[in-house]
């Protein structure tokens, strides 16, 4: 499953990709992608994982980026 959310207060493009990196290490993280450009958090993982995985890829952004945060 392949989920496209948005990102609010991603300042840095460096920072989303120390992002994009600590999301893929998620246990059950297909694939993940930060674009800085378009502010989007893309991740692909199984349907019934996604909850703890948004979770967890929220902790990653705020160590990265503080004010950075999942739009839902």
Do not use: H, Y
């Amino acid at each position: 499953m392949k989920k496209v959310w948005k990102l609010k207060n991603l300042d840095c493009a460096n920072c989303a990709a120390k992002m994009e990196d600590g999301i893929r290490k998620i246990n059950g993280v297909n694939s993940a992608t930060v674009s800085f450009m378009t502010q989007r958090l893309t991740i692909e993982c199984s349907e019934e994982k996604l909850e703890t995985i948004i979770a967890e890829a929220e902790q990653v952004i705020r160590k990265i980026e503080p004010d950075c945060s999942i739009l839902k």
